[in-house]
């Protein structure tokens, strides 16, 4: 089991960061980890992100939105049958001083975990480099 956790406090209302973070056709204007996300993202729904690894590779991840409460947070869950593979994005945000708080949970789990983390190496880079684009998109809107 692999687990990467990042966190941003952002001078922008809520309801401006979960709306960025939902906007799956603005990704590729902002987010340098995740470049596209094909689909909407509502509860339910199928997505298709492009992820961009640290070697720079670009792998397309199927997901599924397994959690979308609305303003406060949303879970992407994606992997391989029987859960040989489960990864899970959790992002949520919360009200914090009159701006936000932004977290961002990634978990990969299952059988397969070791190899398939260790194929696509530590996470932790694109994972802070998520918050610190969202945090900047949300403060530039102002």
Do not use: C
Not at 25 to 52: C, D, F, L
Not at 97 to 120: D, N
């Amino acid at each position: 089991m692999a687990e990467y956790v990042t966190t941003a406090v952002i001078d922008a209302p809520p309801a401006r960061v979960w709306d960025i973070v939902t906007n799956a056709a603005g990704y590729h204007e902002w987010n340098p980890e995740i470049t596209n996300i094909e689909g909407q993202m509502a509860s339910g729904a199928r997505i298709v992100a492009r992820v961009k690894l640290g070697s720079g590779a670009v792998r397309r991840v199927p997901m599924r939105v397994t959690a979308f409460d609305a303003p406060a947070r949303m879970e992407w869950t994606g992997g391989l049958p029987f859960g040989l593979f489960v990864g899970r994005r959790t992002f949520t945000v919360a009200p914090n001083a009159g701006g936000a708080e932004f977290r961002l949970h990634l978990s990969m789990t299952g059988p397969l975990s070791r190899w398939i983390v260790k194929s696509v190496g530590d996470r932790q880079p694109e994972v802070d480099s998520f918050a610190a684009a969202l945090k900047a998109r949300a403060e530039r809107e102002r």
